[in-house]
């Protein structure tokens, strides 16, 4: 299933870089974010809560001003 993320509050290309990298080391995630779009989109066959929770975890740590919701 995929997913789109609206992103705010992100600071700079080069985190979104750093988050969108470490979002793909998720087991069974793909991930790919747009600073410009302010967009994430996210393809898994896992738990969507779970990874949910593992992408606000590794925001928290790159940038934690950032927040993500869902948009479909």
């Not at 606000?56 to 950032?66: F, N, S």
Request: aromatic fraction near 2%; charged fraction near 40%.
């Amino acid at each position: 299933m995929t997913e789109k993320y609206e992103i705010s509050d992100l600071d700079c290309a080069h985190c979104a870089q750093r988050i969108e990298d470490a979002v793909n080391k998720l087991d069974g995630v793909e991930c790919r974010l747009s600073f410009a779009l302010s967009e994430m989109k996210v393809t898994t066959e896992r738990d969507l809560k779970t990874v949910e929770k593992e992408i606000k975890r590794i925001m928290r740590v790159i940038e934690p001003d950032a927040s993500i919701r869902r948009l479909s």
